[in-house]
């Protein structure tokens, strides 16, 4: 975690306007309490209608990239950004997707690491150069396109900006564990 405390406090549900309840109704109607991610966002309504419609895209069965690789190249942005709120969550959500422990392990080593299948390490390479330059080499590009059509590399691109715009947001915002989460210890302050 970047900050200790957050510099934009969770709104406290008996003080959401009718605005924020209508936003946060029907999450809570499908997951229970609200997390501190959405919480957080309720302080800018505005703001929070556009994040969830484009993250709902990227979270669904229409972003065409199978779940199990999708949390591969989130946990990998995840972790590039130093952010132990997206890590936490997403470690979860991995595990549901199809990924090992040993594998979520092995993502802080990137695709380098023994072990990846080619299509994997094609994933967790494609992610760190859009991590480092913004851009996909060549390479790396005809990597991915031995294994993915190209509905999916564009998915794998919308899915880094994502996760990096919601750990930029997460990381500056001070966006604290939910109670009960344990944040891992590669992802303490740096």
């Known amino acids: 975690m970047r900050l200790d405390s957050p510099r934009i406090a969770p709104v406290p549900q008996d003080q959401w306007t009718p605005e924020q309840q209508a936003i946060a109704a029907p999450m809570l109607a499908r997951k229970g309490p609200l997390l501190n991610i959405f919480r957080t966002q309720l302080a800018h309504p505005d703001a929070m209608r556009a994040f969830l419609d484009f993250g709902s895209y990227v979270l669904s069965k229409r972003n065409t990239l199978p779940a199990r690789e999708r949390e591969l190249v989130i946990l990998r942005v995840g972790y590039l950004c130093r952010s132990g709120y997206e890590w936490t969550q997403h470690h979860r959500i991995g595990l549901n997707a199809g990924l090992g422990a040993q594998e979520i392990e092995r993502i802080k080593q990137g695709p380098d690491a023994p072990g990846w299948s080619a299509a994997d390490a094609s994933l967790l390479r494609a992610a760190d150069e859009l991590h480092a330059d913004h851009f996909v080499t060549d390479p790396t590009w005809q990597a991915l396109c031995e294994h993915f059509q190209p509905k999916q590399c564009v998915d794998l691109i919308?899915?880094?900006?994502?996760?990096?715009?919601?750990?930029?947001?997460?990381?500056t915002l001070g966006v604290q564990l939910d109670?009960?989460?344990?944040?891992?210890?590669?992802?303490?302050?740096?």
């Open 158 to 171: 919308y899915t880094v900006g994502q996760y990096t715009m919601v750990s930029m947001m997460l990381n």
């Open 179 to 190: 109670e009960g989460q344990e944040l891992d210890p590669d992802l303490r302050k740096s």
